[in-house]
Every structure is written in C-alpha cells, then in structure tokens.
C-alpha cells in the first residue's frame, strides 16, 4: 500500500493547523469585502472582472479541496448574510456552485503548485461546469429565462475572459506563494505538500 495520503485526506489534515484556519478566515473576510465593495475590472463589451476568486483559488491551493470546499461554503452563506439580504430568498445553488469550485481549485492547485498549464486547467473547469453550467442552471431556475438564451450571453463571455483570468490568477498565486513561504514555520511545512515548488 502506498505511503502517499489521499489528497482529500492531505487537505483535511490541514485543518489541524491555527495556520490554515486563520488565514482561510482572513481569504474568506476578503473575499466578501471585494465582493460588498464591488471592486472590479470593467472591460468591453459588458465584461467585468471581480478579484473574489483569487481568493478563493488561494485556499484551494494553500489547503487543498477539502478546505477549499468548506471555505466555499463559507463565503458564499457569509456572503449572502453581509450584504444580499436585499437580493430575496437565499438558494442552495450558488452554495453548491462554491462548493464545487473550491474542489476544482484544490484538485488543479494543490498541494501549493502554480503553473500556466495548472491555473489554465483550474480555470477551464469552473468556468465550464460552474459559471457556464451551473450558474446557468440556478438562473434559469429562479430567474425564469429560457436556458438557451443564457448561455448565447455567457458562453463568449467566460471565453473571452478565460485567457485574462488565467494570467491574472498565475501571478496572483504566485505572489501568495512567496508571502505565504515568508510566514514563520511555513518553510517546513506542516504537510509533504509544504516542499512543493512552483
């Protein structure tokens, strides 16, 4: 039997460490912040970039998917109390939505592993299954548009802004990765994956 742990059970022994859940909190703190200040890139035409998933990516990438699940629990139940009460009743959907991109973020990213082909690959997925498939699902469920006439509006939309992400979110781990190393004890780590380089 291999001595190598499951990468599941690697993110779920991260959650032993003050290490991992102070700095999930504050990624999740931040994360709702950018979102309630509405602090975004505007490009043409009708495209914006919100930072909230950089975030998110650094949890999954820092602590693996498990973390990276719950954490997308989190901010989006959080989220949701702080600042869209306003916006009606709440929807599990967008939670599951979360969910499953804290576990594409974990399965690309983790344990601590940045390259152009892994943030491309991680990218891909949530805005193929979570932006493009889910979120279209959820829309159509509570806002009544025809599905069809959804996805003619977001499917070039998260094409378009696949390339700009995916170089946004590269450099953005990579800069987490070097902070995060700067922290005391993180040089050795509190699981094998501390000794992964970029």
């Given at each position: 039997m291999s001595k190598k742990k499951n990468i599941f059970v690697r993110s779920l022994h991260e959650l032993k460490s003050t290490r991992c859940l102070a700095l999930t909190a504050l990624l999740i703190s931040v994360n709702?912040?950018?979102?309630?200040?509405?602090?975004?890139?505007?490009?043409?035409?009708?495209?914006?970039?919100?930072?909230?998933?950089?975030?998110n990516a650094a949890v999954g990438m820092l602590f693996g998917p498990a973390v990276g699940m719950m954490a997308g629990v989190c901010t989006d139940v959080l989220g949701y109390f702080a600042g869209n009460l306003t916006m009606g009743a709440y929807f599990p959907g967008w939670t599951l939505t979360a969910v499953v991109a804290g576990l594409f973020w974990g399965l690309w990213?983790?344990?601590?592993?940045?390259?152009?082909?892994?943030?491309?690959?991680?990218?891909?997925?949530?805005?193929?299954?979570?932006?493009?498939?889910?979120?279209?699902?959820?829309?159509?469920?509570?806002?009544?548009?025809?599905?069809?006439?959804?996805?003619?509006?977001?499917?070039?939309?998260?094409?378009?802004?696949?390339?700009?992400?995916?170089?946004?979110?590269?450099?953005?781990?990579?800069?987490?990765?070097?902070?995060?190393?700067?922290?005391?004890?993180?040089?050795?780590?509190?699981?094998?994956?501390?000794?992964?380089?970029?």
């Open positions: 709702i912040a950018l979102d309630l200040l509405g602090l975004t890139i505007k490009l043409p035409p009708n495209l914006r970039i919100s930072f909230g998933f950089l975030c990213l983790y344990p601590r592993r940045v390259t152009v082909g892994r943030a491309l690959g991680a990218k891909a997925c949530i805005n193929l299954f979570c932006n493009i498939g889910l979120n279209t699902l959820w829309l159509t469920m509570t806002g009544g548009d025809a599905m069809g006439a959804l996805l003619v509006l977001r499917v070039p939309k998260n094409l378009i802004l696949l390339p700009i992400e995916t170089v946004l979110l590269y450099f953005a781990m990579r800069m987490v990765l070097r902070l995060y190393r700067t922290l005391p004890g993180a040089s050795g780590g509190e699981c094998a994956a501390g000794k992964n380089t970029l």
